[in-house]
């Protein structure tokens, strides 16, 4: 069993930074790509932000410049860094990752979530 906990959500006021973290635990035998995607009230789930094993990042053009995607392999975690903060940046926040199995077979797992929100 593979879980990914979230933390570091809250509400923060517009212009401000929060730093969102994920740790990956259980019985896998490596990491392969993980990601942070967000879904707002009534809309789709997106990615927001992904960074490979061998840490090549990759942004959605909304974010750029102002969120940083980064992992510890040592530590099963990744994590976003978000600075200047905006109200259309409130939604929750999933991060995902690939994990392998001894026998190369591959998954994805989510975490459950933690929410952003910007507001005065």
């Known amino acids: 069993q593979v879980q990914l906990v979230e933390s570091g959500g809250g509400l923060v006021q517009p212009g401000g930074s929060l730093r969102l973290s994920c740790a990956v635990s259980?019985?896998?035998?490596?990491?392969?790509?993980m990601a942070w995607y967000r879904q707002a009230p009534g809309k789709q789930r997106t990615v927001v932000a992904r960074?490979?094993?061998?840490?090549?990042?990759t942004y959605a053009d909304s974010v750029k410049g102002r969120f940083t995607i980064s992992r510890d392999n040592a530590k099963n975690a990744v994590y976003l860094q978000m600075n200047d903060l905006k109200p259309e940046d409130t939604a929750v926040y999933y991060c995902k990752a690939v994990v392998f199995g001894r026998s190369g077979d591959a998954r994805e797992v989510w975490g459950q979530g933690t929410l952003v929100t910007a507001s005065s």
């Open positions: 960074i490979t094993s061998n840490g090549d990042t």
């Open positions: 259980g019985s896998f035998f490596s990491i392969g790509a």
